[in-house]
């Protein structure tokens, strides 16, 4: 009996252990809630694609910098202004301008205090111990039915009261007129102190209008019907031919250093098949993703020593093999290290719905993707060309001996631009160039060269099979890579879009959200 009572007794003191820990709990809720302020933000914009946004809170107005920078530019702005030669210039220049000087006034704001508003349901919370009082929800500038836009909005904040913001498309910071109220402006001289905004200099601020418009206005993204019907012909020539067979030399470089140099060759066949060879020119030792990596990170290593793969569709899986041993994507377990010299790669791959240019990174070449996406011959579409908005002509050019018509293929407003020189006689590709836009141009050039059209291509040439003992390899998945929780995060850095460096240690004891996206 007497266990039992014993028993008894000290579920009673569980139970009131449990309450009064619970009790505990909700007052150190309670006191944090009186003691801190609270803004729930919400996005309700239809028309902001996609529906994502950066944002912080400010202690002061930013208005007014945003005046003084844009006085401060105003010399460099009616230059580029007088300089244009339609409506569509202008509207870019204005652009830059309102967008350049309206993103300077977050140059103060660190990473951990920018953050990311989706529409998705419940928003997104900040809380602070800070000081209370007038506070600004400030975003940068997105584009909402293709004008520039951003929110700017005041508020009381109260320790201990929570308020909820929603941000809409009644309720945006009128930028344009802004900027016009700065232009028309007179100089005064109590405007003296405001012409030197928050230490920004005029030559900074000119630099960086400078980069913005480093795509030259006369090459805005104006559609032009002949130039769009070269690029449709070529697209429709790979598309209506029974066969295709060319050979590709292809570079890539950034910051004026080659990152890769490789030849690939391309044979495409009705219905359903497809042959890549891709080989690296780069011959010294040292793996080349390894190599990329180091060369990021400012380290000097030797370029690697000369590989890459095969890519086949037998119709309808896809096999990748290897010229020698397969590359090193981070690190290997030690049964998969035993496999480099004798695995493949297999997927499925449907008619239509496959991308060679996706899985040519695999073959190890040191290439990325190819401007042109070999599988447009099958039908496919890349994801790019939604957001193409503009095919201009640049005239007739020689490649070797082919008169070829040349045109500049802008994407999402010049972020990404395609040059290519098409043969006049099959519409085809003969030179190609492409620069990416980010902090830096990334710039790939591509020359074909022994291309043939309707020719015979053997089915032989698109069968293949493992060797006997050969092993299936897959890439690791994210959730077989992702740390254990409770585990200490590997320190590194990373270069930002600005050029600078942001080292994960800089944020211990604070929660990172790492956001990985792409445009274009």
């Known amino acids: 009996m007497i266990p039992r009572i014993s028993a008894v007794f000290a579920f009673v003191l569980t139970i009131v252990a449990g309450s009064l820990g619970s009790l505990a709990q909700d007052k150190n809720i309670e006191h944090s809630q009186r003691s801190t302020w609270r803004i729930t933000l919400n996005l309700d914009a239809p028309n902001l694609a996609p529906p994502a946004l950066q944002w912080a809170v400010l202690d002061k107005d930013p208005v007014p910098g945003?005046?003084?920078?844009?006085k401060m530019s105003q010399g460099f702005y009616q230059t580029q202004l007088d300089q244009a030669k339609n409506e569509a210039q202008k509207e870019l220049l204005r652009s830059v301008q309102m967008t350049v000087n309206w993103d300077l006034g977050f140059r103060e704001v660190t990473g951990d205090q920018l953050y990311l508003l989706t529409g998705a349901p419940g928003g997104n919370s900040l809380s602070s111990s800070g000081l209370a009082g007038k506070k600004w929800i400030v975003t940068k500038i997105v584009r909402?039915?293709?004008?520039?836009?951003?929110w700017c909005l005041p508020v009381e904040v109260k320790t201990g009261e929570p308020i909820k913001v929603?941000?809409?498309?009644?309720n945006v910071f009128d930028l344009g007129a802004a900027m016009e109220d700065a232009l028309a402006a007179e100089k005064k001289t109590d405007d003296k102190t405001e012409s030197k905004p928050d230490g920004v200099k005029e030559s900074s601020l000119i630099k960086a209008m400078e980069k913005a418009l480093h795509v030259d206005t006369a090459a805005s993204s104006l559609d032009e019907p002949a130039a769009h019907a070269l690029y449709n012909q070529m697209v429709e020539a790979m598309r209506k031919a029974d066969s295709l067979s060319y050979v590709s030399h292809y570079t890539?470089?950034?910051k004026g250093r080659v990152l890769g140099d490789c030849t690939y060759?391309?044979?495409?066949k009705k219905p359903n098949y497809f042959r890549v060879e891709a080989e690296s020119a780069l011959q010294n030792k040292g793996d080349i993703l390894a190599w990329l990596k180091n060369y990021f990170r400012h380290e000097t290593q030797s370029a690697p020593e000369?590989?890459?793969?095969?890519?086949i569709g037998d119709g309808r899986t896809l096999w990748i093999y290897w010229l020698g041993a397969r590359p090193q994507w981070g690190e290997e377990s030690e049964a998969d290290q035993k496999t480099r010299l004798s695995s493949y790669m297999k997927k499925p791959a449907p008619p239509g719905g496959h991308s060679i240019g996706h899985e040519v990174g695999y073959l190890g070449a040191g290439m990325s993707m190819p401007i042109i996406d070999p599988s447009t011959f099958h039908g496919y579409t890349d994801s790019l060309q939604p957001y193409l908005d503009g095919v201009k002509g640049m005239g007739v050019e020689k490649v070797g001996?082919?008169?070829?018509?040349k045109i500049e293929v802008s994407i999402m407003k010049h972020q990404r631009s395609w040059f290519l020189w098409l043969s006049k006689t099959d519409h085809l590709p003969r030179k190609l160039n492409e620069i990416v836009r980010v902090s830096y141009d990334l710039i790939i050039n591509e020359e074909w060269s022994a291309i043939t059209l309707n020719g015979e291509i053997p089915d032989t040439q698109f069968a293949w099979k493992p060797p006997e003992g050969w092993t299936q390899w897959k890439m690791p998945t994210p959730e077989e890579r992702l740390l254990k929780p409770g585990a200490k995060a590997p320190d590194f850095d990373l270069a930002s879009a600005d050029g600078s460096q942001i080292k994960l240690s800089d944020y211990r004891d604070k929660v990172v959200w790492l956001y990985i996206w792409r445009a274009g």
């Open 265 to 268: 060759r391309v044979w495409l």
């Open 252 to 254: 890539w470089e950034a």
């Open 144 to 150: 909402i039915k293709e004008k520039p836009v951003c």
């Open 306 to 311: 000369k590989r890459g793969g095969i890519l």
């Open 166 to 170: 929603t941000l809409t498309e009644d």
């Open 66 to 70: 945003f005046r003084a920078r844009i």
């Open 401 to 405: 001996d082919e008169d070829c018509d």
